[in-house]
C-alpha cells in the first residue's frame, strides 16, 4: 500500500507507519507472506468498534438534546452497522489501500462488504492508538457525522413522534403536515413536505415518498427547537 498517498487523502499524517499499514493489512496476506514480519488487522477492527460507538455516542448525546436513549440507540445502530461502515470504506477508497493475499484478490476480496467494514474500523482503532480520541472525533466531524445531519439514517428515525412528544410539552399547540409540491416523473418523484405548528411553517422536508418528506420536515424542526 502507499502510506505516504492514503495520508495525503485523509490529511492525517500518522506517527506510527506500521500502525496504519496493520490496519489494511488481511489476515490472508499475512498467511501468505510468513518470511514476513507482518501482523493483520483483526484485533484493530476489535478495539475500532468500540471507538466508533463511543465517538458515534458522544455526537448523538450532545447533538440531539431532545431525543430519548431509545431512539438514541436505533440510530447508533443504523450508523455503525456493516452496510453504514461499506459506504463510508467505499467513499474513501479504502479498498485500494487493502493488502490482500492472491487467493482472497482474486475472488473479489477487496470489493467484500464485510472485508471493507472490518478495514474501516480497524483504522479508526490505529488512528486512536497514533494519535488519540480527539483526532479520531476529527476525523468522524469530517466523514460520518455530516451523513447524520443530512438525513442518510432518518429511515431508521420516527422524527414525526419525537417532535410531537416535544410539542406535547406546550399547550393548545397542533402539528399538521402539508405536501406542498410533487416534482419529477412518475417514476422518480420527490415530495415536498411542510411541518405547521401554531400556522407557522416550522420545517420543510424533501423525499422520494411523502412519509419520507414529512420525516424530513418533521428532523428540520426538530433542529430547529433544539439548537
Known sequence: MNVAQ???????TFKNHKLL????????????????VFSDNERLEFLGDAVLELGVSQYLYKKN????????????ASIVCEPSL????????????ILLGKGEEQTGGRERPALLADVFEAFLGALYLDLGFEQVLKFLEEHVFPKITTGAFSHAMD????LQELIQQYRNQVVAYKIVEEKGPSHNKE?????IIKDNI??????????????RAA???????TE
Do not use: C, W
Open 6 to 12: 492514503l495520508e495525503k487523502q485523509l490529511d492525517i
Open 21 to 36: 499499514k496493520q490496519a489494511f493489512t488481511h489476515s490472508s496476506y499475512v498467511n501468505e507472506h510468513r518470511e514476513e
Open 65 to 76: 438534546t431532545a431525543m430519548p436513549e431509545g431512539e438514541m440507540t436505533k440510530l447508533r
Open 86 to 97: 461499506v459506504n463510508f470504506a467505499r467513499d474513501l477508497n479504502f479498498g485500494d489501500h
Open 159 to 162: 422524527y414525526k413522534s419525537q
Open 191 to 195: 415530495f415536498v413536505a411542510q411541518v
Open 202 to 215: 416550522s420545517g420543510v422536508g424533501i423525499g422520494r415518498t411523502k412519509k419520507e418528506a414529512e420525516q
Open 219 to 225: 428532523k428540520a424542526a426538530l433542529d430547529k427547537f
